[in-house]
């Protein structure tokens, strides 16, 4: 199969990247952008751990061909924080202890993310439907799903959050 050049849109920076037309978002940017973020568990889109946001809505890298990608906006775990300082979500995350082993905190970020994008006030219902598509192995929902309300409510005050 001939390698063709593509210009992907990643974290709001444009990124010139040869591939196979049959190569997947997620190995372009785990392999030859170094962007290790989105994690690789399934290969069949159904745990989540893949999950980044294609102009503003959560796909499966492992799913998506790179070249499907062009034109697109994608937002990748690594685009959340800024710099050094993490975003209200990632450290919301932290403070609920919604982080256990990690392996599916990338995907449940980029899906929590998506939400709040839409919806600033997401109530259970909406949160846990929007999560629905990640597996979390250690079996950490309650606190991902109090992590990403937390997130959603306006201002500091973190008086309830695990130190």
């Excluded at 990643?10 to 962007?35: A, C, F, G, Q, W």
């Excluded at 568990?41 to 102009?55: K, N, P, Y």
């Amino acid at each position: 199969m001939e390698k063709m050049e593509i210009t992907l849109n990643i974290n709001d920076k444009s990124r010139e990247v040869t591939v196979h037309p049959n190569e997947t978002l997620l190995d372009v940017l785990r392999e030859k952008l170094d962007m290790i973020g989105a994690k690789e568990s399934c290969g069949e889109g159904v745990c989540g751990s893949c999950t980044v946001q294609m102009d503003g809505k959560p796909v499966r890298s492992c799913l998506t061909l790179a070249v499907e990608a062009r034109g697109a906006k994608i937002k990748t775990v690594e685009g959340l924080a800024d710099g050094e300082e993490l975003s209200d979500l990632q450290q919301s995350f932290i403070d609920h202890g919604a982080v256990q082993c990690g392996f599916c905190t990338p995907g449940m970020l980029m899906s929590a993310d998506a939400l709040l994008n839409e919806n600033h006030n997401p109530d259970e219902k909406a949160i846990r439907k929007a999560l629905a598509g990640n597996i979390c192995r250690c079996t950490g929902y309650a606190k991902i799903v109090q992590a990403v309300a937390h997130a959603a409510e306006p201002g500091d005050h973190c008086s309830d959050c695990k130190s």
